[in-house]
């Protein structure tokens, strides 16, 4: 069990608010209900909704055959208080009745991972970007630091865009597309008016999620908007990309640099001139990346 930083699916739950009945998998999910609202379980790392924590480890359990007799080895965020620590034992020994719980902090885990018991661990995921030290097994806490910038950030940042470019991005749920007699194809929005706003906005997001991983890349030397237009697209990278509803989306170097937001504090920088070097592209990933100290 981990609280970790990845998909924002994978540690949320949804409730249909008419009969309190809860949705776990992306399955499940991806059936839209009137009412049907997202609970996320994870807030920077930690957990913070332990009604929500609760039935995803139910459900967990249920499916791995987890009974009392099963010791359970906990990861949490080296952020996590001690307030978070109790709540989650007295969750494992008074609900799941466990014999056992051992908690680690999941940057010592991944340096244990690779055979490294000191190293410097780097952090980027869905919900933010950590750099973690740690030294003999052991996190040093003071020197951590932490960033709100990560995946889920990074979609937030290309919605934006195309809000700034007029691009309305609705949910594939609400998007009917028939094929017209000429043979194109024509879209309709159907109104669904009881759906929550939560389950709006994840869908909305789910949906621009697929234009990033799509179009947005990472160029080791930094160009100017107008000299990196000219290496655009890159192999493998298509010149376009359509939305549910069919809107088209041209690449341009603005879309394309968005990651780079990960790395500049300044987000609306001055064009630069090109560096020294060759273009070059690789898409931006989630994950943890270890480095021995």
């Not at 809860?22 to 807030?43: H, K, M, N, Q």
């Not at 790392?45 to 791995?64: C, M, Q, Y």
């Not at 669904?192 to 949906?207: D, G, I, M, N, W």
Request: aromatic share 8%; proline share 6%; with cysteine.
């Amino acid at each position: 069990a981990s609280p970790g930083k990845g998909d924002a699916a994978a540690a949320a739950a949804a409730t249909a608010t008419a009969n309190g009945a809860w949705s776990i998998t992306d399955s499940e999910l991806a059936c839209r209900r009137d009412g049907l609202s997202i609970r996320p379980a994870v807030t920077g790392g930690v957990f913070s909704d332990w009604e929500v924590v609760e039935k995803l480890w139910t459900r967990a359990f249920e499916w791995l055959n987890v009974t009392n007799e099963h010791t359970v080895l906990s990861a949490e965020s080296p952020w996590s208080t001690s307030a978070h620590r109790q709540q989650m034992m007295e969750l494992m020994f008074e609900t799941y009745n466990v014999p056992g719980l051992f908690i680690a902090k999941s940057s010592a885990l991944a340096a244990f991972s690779v055979g490294r018991s000191t190293s410097m661990v780097v952090d980027c995921g869905g919900g933010g970007t950590s750099v973690v030290p740690v030294l003999d097994g052991y996190v040093l806490n003071k020197p951590i630091q932490r960033s709100h910038r990560g995946g889920e950030w990074l979609t937030e940042q290309v919605h934006n865009f195309l809000g700034k470019q007029s691009i309305t991005v609705h949910p594939r749920y609400a998007v009917n597309r028939k094929r017209t007699r000429d043979g194109t194809l024509a879209s309709d929005l159907a109104a669904f008016p009881k759906t929550h706003p939560s389950y709006v906005q994840r869908c909305r997001l789910e949906a621009v999620q697929g234009l990033k991983e799509a179009v947005c890349g990472l160029p080791l030397v930094r160009f100017s908007n107008q000299d990196l237009a000219a290496h655009l697209p890159v192999p493998g990278m298509p010149s376009t990309y359509e939305l549910p509803d069919g809107t088209p989306i041209n690449l341009s170097p603005e879309l394309f640099r968005v990651p780079e937001m990960l790395f500049d504090d300044d987000e609306h920088r001055s064009e630069q001139g090109p560096e020294k070097g060759t273009a070059s592209s690789s898409s931006v990933a989630a994950g943890s990346a270890v480095a021995a100290a």
